[in-house]
């Protein structure tokens, strides 16, 4: 079962930053999550789409230009990171799945990854998830070799019929809701299993017996510490 470390390691440090990324590296993730949205034609790496949370500025990131909004820190005084200096950072030691956190940023998405196809990344280092599916379509029509992961907060009357018609390669489900039923589904339909977010070990255990492909974690230590004690 895959370890993802869940907008970098957040339980180690703040999300989304270089830092809470390069953690999540270090403890052994071979794959990490990060949220991006689109501002100014830029792709900035943020879970909401206000500042108070995780940064010292405020009010809605669109009120900001997007140098302004390059200063605000989060608490360990890293700024809001551009998806570019992500991948830069990251540097193919991990594959890296975007979340998309608005329609706007797929295209932006696709023209950066085809950026670094071009500089010697490959397609699989990289997943796009979204819950706008519409993005992931956008995604699929324009670059089809991109995979998809569709997110999805609750068991769907088709199972994971949706994500098979969207062309994904993965359906990417909410821990609170996730059963049986749909993982089998969508394991009959060639798709990928990755549940989010999980962290108690407990979990892990009932999540790899229920045939996760993967799981998203705030913690990649405690994961690989539980992987270390079954063996
Ligand atoms: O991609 C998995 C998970 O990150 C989705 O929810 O709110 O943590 O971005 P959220
Ligand atoms: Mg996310």
């Given amino acids: 079962m895959l370890c993802i470390g869940h907008r970098g390691a957040r339980g180690y440090a703040p999300e989304n930053t270089l830092e809470s990324i390069e953690i999540a590296l270090t403890q052994g993730a071979k794959w990490i999550e990060i949220d991006i949205r689109q501002h100014s034609g830029e ?38 990171p551009l998806l570019s200096e992500v991948i830069e950072q990251v540097n193919r030691r991990a594959v890296i799945n975007i979340e998309l956190k608005d329609r706007a940023s797929a295209l932006p998405t696709i023209k950066l990854i085809e950026y670094f196809i071009e500089r010697g990344w490959h397609y699989d280092d990289f997943l796009v998830s979204s819950f706008y599916h519409h993005a992931l379509r956008d995604i699929k029509e324009t670059q089809p070799l991109i995979k998809t992961g569709a997110l999805c907060a609750s068991v769907m009357i088709d199972y994971a019929k949706f994500a098979q018609d969207l062309g994904a390669w993965s359906i990417n489900l909410c821990s609170e809701s996730v059963n049986q039923e749909i993982i089998d589904d969508a394991h009959q339909r060639g798709l990928k299993v990755l549940i989010y977010t999980v962290n108690d070990p407990r979990l892990f255990s009932e999540f790899e017996a229920m045939g996760a492909d993967g799981v998203f974690t705030d ?13």
């Fill in 219 to 231: 913690y990649p230590q405690r994961f690989f510490e539980w992987q270390a004690q079954k063996k």
């Fill in 43 to 80: 792709l900035v790496v943020i879970h909401d789409k206000y500042l108070e949370r995780t940064t010292n500025g405020q009010g809605h990131i669109y009120q900001h230009d997007l140098s302004q909004l390059r200063d605000f820190q989060s608490s360990n005084l890293q700024g809001i």
